[in-house]
């Protein structure tokens, strides 16, 4: 069974500061998906990274994959109220595949 | 609307009886998944339909779980004789191609079991 690890769990911190969330694991994914979700609400994609190095910038976030395509961070810069939510990463093993999910990181950002 | 509907939005019931879960696809999408997520938990994957092939059901917890997708469309995620452990928000998602990672989820099913 392939484990997703995020850190940390819970993330509380001021408007304006930079913050980044881990995603590691043991074993290889073929992708890596990044979703945001709110209270009451299904995940909502934010990106898809493919490539072992990949990095995908939306606005303020910049996503990586790691090299070896085992880990991946989201980078925030510039935290926003509107950006609080719970994090979840997800590995692909195959296209069209299940997704192995993190228990994600609840972020929490005061104004 | 234009994104996966799922209903009920919230269902409670007795230990032992039978649920339904619905689940209305963006139209058009080939894929559709389901997933269930517990309370501080991430979401674990339950099944796979992939199109016209045979669906995955290798996520369904126990012979207790059943899902069907009719005409290509709509589908029913069914659980017999629930007992607490099943109780957690069931979510359904769909993607246009079947060699899509889930894209769009719905809102969930919270099913609470008394």
């Known amino acids: 069974t392939q484990l997703l690890e995020q850190s940390p769990q819970f993330l509380s911190i001021q408007e304006g500061e930079n913050l980044t969330v881990y995603c590691n694991s043991s074993?290889?994914?073929?992708?890596l998906q990044w979703y945001r979700q709110e209270p009451g609400e299904g995940p909502v994609l934010l990106v898809t990274v493919v490539t072992g190095g990949e990095v995908k910038k939306l606005k303020r976030l910049t996503f990586q994959f790691g090299d070896a395509r085992k880990d991946s961070s989201l980078h925030i810069t510039a935290a926003q109220p509107g950006d609080t939510g719970l994090y979840l990463c997800a590995g692909g093993e195959t296209s069209g595949s299940r997704l192995t999910f993190g228990e994600g990181t609840q972020l929490t950002v005061n104004p | 609307g234009a994104g996966v509907s799922q209903s009920p939005s919230n269902k409670v019931t007795e230990k032992g009886k039978d649920v339904e879960l619905r689940c209305d696809p963006i139209s058009g999408h080939t894929a559709l998944y389901w997933y269930r997520q517990s309370l501080g938990q991430g979401l674990e994957f339950l099944i796979y339909?992939?199109?016209?092939?045979?669906?995955?059901k290798s996520g369904l917890p126990s012979d207790r779980f059943s899902a069907e997708r009719t005409g290509g469309s709509v589908s029913t995620l069914t659980i017999q004789r629930t007992q607490q452990e099943d109780s957690a928000v069931y979510l359904c998602?769909?993607?246009?191609?079947?060699?899509?990672?889930?894209?769009?989820f719905g809102d969930g099913t919270r099913l609470s079991i008394l």
């Open positions: 998602a769909s993607s246009l191609r079947t060699g899509d990672q889930p894209q769009h």
């Open positions: 074993s290889v994914f073929s992708s």
């Open positions: 339909f992939q199109g016209n092939s045979a669906p995955d």
